[in-house]
């Protein structure tokens, strides 16, 4: 690729909150004479004080690098003639995230939401807890011979949609990520259009998950995935006919055998309104298309798709059962452009708890299964793979993308650069404590659209910094280059003891659940 | 009964010595998809008329396994004497490599058998010469055996199985002898080298790598004749197959069974079959299934009747339903059997030779979730056919295939019918039977799974009656019928005289019309006008037979509209025709021109070039008027217009696709026939007519619309539909009506479905069905909407609501249906007055419907998953931690 890739601008877009959760506590306490000596000092920018004021303002202590700090001439607690600051751990990162998701590595997104940039603070935000998949597998100790020094924007991080040659736009997206469906009805609807809006800036997608398509969509309607879901709530020939892409939603990896199911509480008016149902009643999908009960079906279902609108690709997104190898044979025989899988860690807070984590199986194992199974039917050229269902961050779509997937779909992360605490109350009407997940008009409006685009556009740039280091290493100009590279990781339980100790070692935490 | 069961331990016990299969356990290949469909003639036919139902279901396979089985053959074409096709089994081996020919016969056929003929199965020289086909098919070797005596005596004696008559010996040792067979040149190997595609008696199974139609091509059947044939279009996901081994049918012992679906409990049925040393070679669903039901039949001796429970159980309202007698025995069925019931979409056809009983008959059994699609069709006269299929566009196409070479055949069945597995009233199954009659030729007859006659329509036909003429042709006076040309004067003409005319004057009047409409387009409409009339309403017709007044009308349309000019040609009239030839000379109405006649004949069923694209592109032309005719299941019609398509109209004849009218939002569409599966998906506005019958998910996730059935429809209508839809069904519909309706308050904007569960008598005057829903589940988990029922005897129940509850019907409901069943009666001639009456007696309204409303679920109503139910109760008082 000689073109240059023209990323979109990054506007630093801080917190919507006064006082942003950060690793470290930055105490200051009443023997401060307000001096200004710290703000002086510290190159992070935690310490602000302005003329006039008696007092500096409370410490930013997000941005603080920690006790670590101590090393440099500028640590504040050192120089205070005061003795005035101290800087500790901040416990709430003890009770923030879980296995999957840990503290450091919402801080770390937060942070990359904020700024475009990697965290400098020592935070983890590539691996979590879980003691297996993404959190076992390491990126094999590339030879140094290997790197490219090339700059950011001559490495490619584009992929194509449609491989197939039927006739139909060859879509480019210029990540490897687009991001996945929440309804009209899960997510308030500032968020929608922020992710819309967001997706329109990076070049890449949005979905419409399976609440209908608000009004609200249609300026950015070139950038929006129709989602077809089993309920087909909302879905019309319009709003199939505008779409660039339009995407059947067989199953979520985080409760296959399960439709989707809006409690009560959120169907509010304009909830109702947009999916013609009655106010405050549970909307349940059923589990299957009732007009899909085999392979010959799914066929003439999407050619039923492609007859209304001539030009949409066809996103096909299934969870991964066992034989999921099968299912993705089937669907490109049945005639999908994009054949998308969902792995079991994937969803939301308001899939049950019994299903979620306990059915489907991993996306990691089903990815190379699946990617080896199209290479030896000679049709993987054709498909655009796409892999999701707990891939968090930058590295774990990398190493879907090595395992085998042309890239990712992802649905958490964009929430967390929203700030969202992964508290799990994603169900309830006003349970969510951020204001993401909620159809209530108070607590909705309470996130900007332009504020919710920046952030996603800087995380996403952020992201795309991580890959483009990834690529130098192996010496790769292209992420493409990267699709099926399993060969390229590692995995902590099956290397000796000696080899093991080169690789970073899985992180070990006991959380207070 | 303790001889039989200790005779059954005994096969079950020689099976043990089997040697087991030692590959990998677990399904082949992942296949859901097919299509299936089969027929069953009082005349042995050749194998040609497999091709066209076959071609036309290319859609549901990919071309990687095709299959067909035939019973029921003609000895002279076989080249075999009559007495070894009726005694002989009939051993089929596919040699994957032709090199294997000599060791199989030398391990398994010479040492045991006594080869009466033995025959390479005919082919074309070159398969390449057939297109489509791009692995060769095996060659098949063809014995007609028996088992020597002394091989026998010996297997019955080391098996101990002398109480056992020598003719069930005799088809066990076959039975294990292909088994064998299999195994050493098929399963065990890592090179397949043979395997056996058939070995029952006058019954034959050949497949392919490739659409089951060129079975009959390359192993030259066209003129090879059977009374029943089965096809199946495979559509295995798995990739590069190289032999034929997976496709369908395969083989019981004396049945061949194809199927269309796919099992959820594959695993427990192999456990289940391991209990009686029977395991599976070939790893897929449909080889499980004919292999219980040749252990069912052969095995345990069960009648039909019991096979079909075993398979497809009576559950819930179905199974009160049923007398108590038979409630025993299918309980203790059900005890032993529930566990190996296919679990999943299944739709089965079995072709079998009951040769104790000598018979041939085609079976056809359905699911009891109606989870896959299914069409019954029938058709009586001089010669009597039964068809089963997965679309009703194929059992047409095998129709017209027979009806235009042998005039004993018509091309409309008199009765189509789609069944509902596990049902009460007749089980979901169906069995054409065609055995020797009491004049020396065959006859067929209709059973159901209780072994109940089905009948057709009742009136018989006399050959000579419908090429003879009485002389009342000349009484019908074409042209001063046509003095008036109004549409309305002519239809009542027909309505009063038609009963009197016999064929000749039927088809004197239909000529006449077409004739006539052919120079001037105000008489074309009127006759186009009064022959949609008479397909349409059931008329009183006399002792004519309604198909084949059927078939004359439509041949008279179908020529009206042949006779319209091409869009090419130039031409001042309103009227333009196109067809796929035409195609490419679409253009914008000019000048007068105002209804766009299309052919859809030739037009691919799905894809960029499909007819329903036609249309969109007609209608961005600005052609607003369509007549689509010669459908032969041609999708989506209607669909691909967008919002705001007002004022369209589409009138829509013969045999209609899938997805018809789904996601319309404006236009009106009308079907003159019956239509098929997933009609008005998502339909959102609009109007939609269907003088006949719809098919499975009829209007699922639709958001509105006014809609109109004349006949019955299948499983699962209006799920999960929302809005507005306001929906009439004339019939009844299978199950699942309205499961998760959501379609709001319906006396204040939401929607409703009225059911009238009624059907039409030969003379057209309308007759209660049975029960006006017989389904275990109406409107299941709804949340809005209602149904307003026609169920003046009170036979629906509660138990069949899942969470509705019955209302009176008030004076504001009667207010809100009755413009819709006014409008019932002007398309359909169903009046209301006729609704009303019950036992001649005129009933008021509120006798006679009932509605079906929204209950308040707490399933419904919960605003959080977590805390228990007992919180909405309100049993915490209010600031007590309820989450605990």
């Known amino acids: ?243 660039p892409v339009v995407e059947f939603k067989y199953a979520q990896g985080a409760k296959p055998g399960l439709g989707g199911h809006l409690l009560g509480d959120k169907v509010t008016a304009e909830v109702a309104k947009i999916r013609e149902t009655v106010v405050g009643s549970s909307l349940f999908s059923p589990f299957p298309f009732h007009s899909v009960y085999s392979v010959e079906d799914h066929k003439k279902h999407l050619d039923w798709i492609k007859e209304i609108n001539p030009r949409a690709l066809v996103s096909v997104k299934v969870s991964t059962p066992t034989d999921c190898d099968m299912v993705a044979v089937g669907s490109y025989y049945a005639g999908t452009n ?26 990691e194992y089903a990815i190379p299964k699946v990617h080896r199974f199209l290479l030896n039917e000679g049709v993987r050229d054709e498909l655009c793979f796409m892999a999701s269902g707990g891939i968090r961050n930058a590295v774990d779509v990398a190493k879907a993308i090595a395992l085998g997937a042309d890239g990712a779909v992802i649905g958490t992360a964009e929430l967390v650069a929203l700030e969202c605490i992964r508290c799990g109350n994603c169900e ?51 992420i493409r280059e990267l699709v099926g590279r399993s060969d390229l990781l590692v995995h902590l339980d099956y290397l000796d003891e000696e080899e093991r100790q080169e690789y970073q070692p899985t992180p070990k935490k006991k959380l207070v659940l | 009964m303790t001889d039989k069961n200790d005779l059954f331990d005994k096969i079950a016990a020689s099976r043990a010595a089997l040697p087991e299969d030692t590959f990998e356990k677990g399904k082949a290949a992942e296949e859901g998809g097919c299509g299936v469909t089969g027929f069953i003639a009082s005349l042995p036919v050749g194998g040609r008329h497999i091709f066209e139902p076959s071609v036309q279901m290319h859609n549901r396979g990919n071309g990687k396994g095709g299959g067909i089985a035939a019973v029921g053959m003609v000895a002279e074409d076989l080249g075999v004497s009559p007495d070894i096709l009726d005694n002989d089994y009939m051993l089929q ?115 392919i790598v490739g659409y089951a139609e060129l079975v009959a091509k390359y192993y030259l059947l066209d003129n090879f004749r ?124 079995i072709a079998r030779n009951n040769a104790a009983r000598k018979e041939f008959q085609l079976i056809g059994i359905t699911d009891t979730a109606m989870l896959r699609p299914q069409v019954f069709a029938i058709q009586n006269g001089e010669a009597q056919i039964g068809l089963i299929c997965s679309e009703k566009q194929a059992i047409d196409a095998t129709l017209q295939s027979l009806a235009r070479e042998d005039s004993r055949f018509g091309p409309i069945a008199d009765r189509y019918w789609n069944a509902r597995g596990g049902s009460s009233s007749d089980g979901g199954a169906f069995i054409f039977t065609v055995k020797d009659g009491t004049d020396g030729a065959k006859t067929l007859t209709c059973t159901n799974k209780f072994g109940e006659p089905v009948g057709a329509e009742s009136k018989r036909v006399e050959p000579a009656a419908i090429k003879s003429s009485s002389g009342k042709a000349a ?19 027909c309505r009063k005289n038609i009963a009197g005319w016999d064929y000749a004057a039927l088809r004197h009047f239909c000529a006449g019309l077409a004739d006539e409409a052919s120079g001037n387009d105000t008489i074309r409409a009127t006759a186009v006008n009064v022959l949609t009339y008479i397909n349409d309403i059931r008329l009183p017709l006399g002792n004519k037979k309604r198909s084949l007044v059927l078939q004359t009308v439509r041949e008279s349309l179908a020529g009206i509209f042949a006779a319209i000019p091409e869009i090419s040609k130039k031409s001042t009239g309103t009227y333009k025709r196109i067809d796929w030839a035409t195609r490419n000379d679409l253009r914008a109405p000019e000048g007068n021109e105002k209804i766009l006649v299309i052919n859809a004949r030739e037009f691919p069923p799905e894809g960029d070039d499909c007819d329903a694209r036609l249309i969109v592109a007609a209608y961005q032309f600005g052609w607003k008027q369509f007549i689509a005719y010669g459908y032969r299941g041609q999708r989506f019609c209607g669909s691909g217009l967008g919002a705001g398509s007002d004022g369209v109209r589409i009138d829509v004849y013969d045999a209609s696709g899938d997805y018809l009218a789904s996601g319309i939002d404006g236009l009106e569409i009308y079907v003159h026939a019956n239509a098929q599966d997933q009609v008005g998906q998502i339909m959102k506005r609009g109007k939609l007519a269907i003088y006949g019958d719809v098919g499975q998910t009829f209007m699922y996730g639709a958001k509105g619309g006014e809609v109109y059935i004349m006949g019955n429809a299948a499983g699962r209508p209006l799920i999960n539909a929302v809005g507005r839809p306001r929906v009439v069904i004339n019939g009844s519909c299978l199950d699942y009506l309205a499961e998760s309706f959501m379609a709001g308050d319906p006396l204040n904007g939401g929607g409703f479905v009225i059911v009238n569960g009624v059907t039409f008598d030969d003379d057209g005057n309308i007759t209660e069905q049975e029960l006006p829903y017989p389904g275990s589940n109406l409107f299941s988990l709804a949340s809005g909407g209602a149904i307003y029922l026609r169920d003046p005897h009170r036979k629906t129940s509660d138990e069949q609501l899942n969470g509705g509850e019955f209302a009176p019907l008030s004076e504001k409901d009667w207010q809100l249906i009755l413009p819709y069943l006014e409008e019932n009666e002007r398309l359909f001639g169903i009046k209301i007055s006729d609704l009303l009456t019950v036992n001649g007696l005129k009933k008021d309204y509120q006798e006679v419907y009932r509605k079906v409303q929204v209950a308040k679920l707490e399933v419904l109503t919960a605003s959080t998953a977590r805390p228990s139910p007992k919180y909405y109760a309100g049993v915490y008082p209010d600031g007590e931690d309820a989450d605990e």
């Open chain 1, 338 to 363: 994009i054949i998308h899988f969902d792995g079991k860690y994937g969803g939301t807070g308001a899939a049950p708890d019994i299903s979620k984590k306990n059915i489907a199986m991993p996306i």
């Open chain 2, 475 to 493: 009484e019908v006076k074409i042209k001063e019928a046509l003095a008036n040309p109004e549409a309305i004067a002519l239809k009542e003409f």
């Open chain 1, 428 to 478: 309830s009407g006003r349970g969510c404590a951020r204001s993401i997940a909620t159809t209530d008009p108070e607590l909705g409006c309470e996130i900007g659209e332009e504020w919710a685009e920046q952030r996603l556009v800087n995380m996403y740039t952020a992201w795309r910094k991580q890959w483009c280091e990834i690529l130098r290493r192996y010496g790769m100009r292209s």
């Open chain 2, 226 to 349: 059977a009374h029943g044939w089965i096809a199946h279009q495979r559509y295995p996901t798995k990739g590069r197959v190289w032999h034929p081994g997976g496709a369908h049918p395969f083989i019981g012992l004396n049945e061949a069974l194809v199927h269309n679906g796919d099992f959820a409990n594959y695993h427990a049925i192999t456990e289940y079959l391991r209990e009686f040393n029977i395991s599976p070679q070939f790893l897929t669903d449909t080889e499980v299934s004919v292999l219980l039901f040749d252990l069912w039949s052969r095995g345990f001796g069960y009648p039909l009747e019991y096979i079909i429970e075993a398979i497809a159980p009576t559950t819930e309202h179905d199974f009160d339903r049923l007398p108590v007698a038979r409630q025993a025995i299918y309980r203790r069925i059900q005890q032993s059997h529930l566990h190996a019931s296919p679990d999943g979409p299944w739709f089965f056809i």
């Open chain 1, 1 to 243: 690729m000689t073109e240059k890739t023209v990323l979109p601008e990054v506007k630093v877009t801080p917190s919507r909150y006064r006082n942003p959760i950060g690793k470290y506590v930055v105490r200051r306490s009443a023997q401060c004479i307000s001096c200004g000596k710290c703000a002086e000092l510290c190159p992070y920018g935690v310490h602000l004080r302005y003329e006039g004021y008696s007092q500096p303002v409370r410490p930013l202590d997000y941005k603080c690098v920690g006790p670590k700090c101590q090393a440099n001439d500028f640590y504040c607690v050192k120089n205070c003639p005061q003795q005035a600051l101290s800087v500790a751990v901040n416990p709430i990162i003890e009770t923030l995230g879980d296995y999957r998701w840990p503290a450091e590595m919402i801080l770390g997104h937060w942070y990359m939401a904020e700024t475009g940039e990697l965290p400098y603070i020592d935070l983890e935000y590539s691996l979590g807890y879980s003691g297996g998949g993404f959190d076992k597998m390491r990126f094999r100790i590339p030879d140094p011979k290997d790197y490219l020094d090339i700059p950011d924007e001559e490495i490619d991080t584009s992929i194509c949609l449609n491989k197939r040659q039927d006739g139909r736009p060859e879509r480019v997206l210029s990540l490897p990520c687009y991001s996945g469906g929440m309804s009209f009805g899960s997510t308030a609807l500032p968020v929608l259009v922020a992710r819309a809006r967001a997706a329109g800036k990076l070049d890449t997608l949005t979905c419409t998950g399976e609440g209908g398509y608000p009004d609200a969509f249609v300026p950015y309607k070139d950038n929006i995935i129709t989602q077809v879901a089993t309920g087909l709530f909302g879905v019309r020939e319009e709003t199939i006919q505008r779409a």
């Open chain 2, 93 to 207: 081996v596919a040699l994957l490599d032709p090199k294997a020919a000599g060791r199989v016969e030398k391990k398994c056929i010479e040492p045991y058998l006594e080869i009466h003929q033995a025959s390479k199965v005919p082919t074309v020289d070159d398969y390449r010469d057939i297109k489509g086909l791009e692995v060769k098919p095996p060659d098949v070797n063809r014995y007609f055996v028996r088992v020597k005596e002394d091989a026998l005596s010996r297997f019955i004696t080391e098996n101990r199985l002398g109480g056992l008559d020598r003719r069930a010996a005799e088809d066990e040792f076959i039975y294990q002898n292909s088994y064998r067979l299999n195994h050493k040149f098929y399963a065990s190997l890592g090179e397949k080298q043979a395997f056996v595609l058939s070995h029952g008696r006058n019954l034959m199974i050949l497949k």
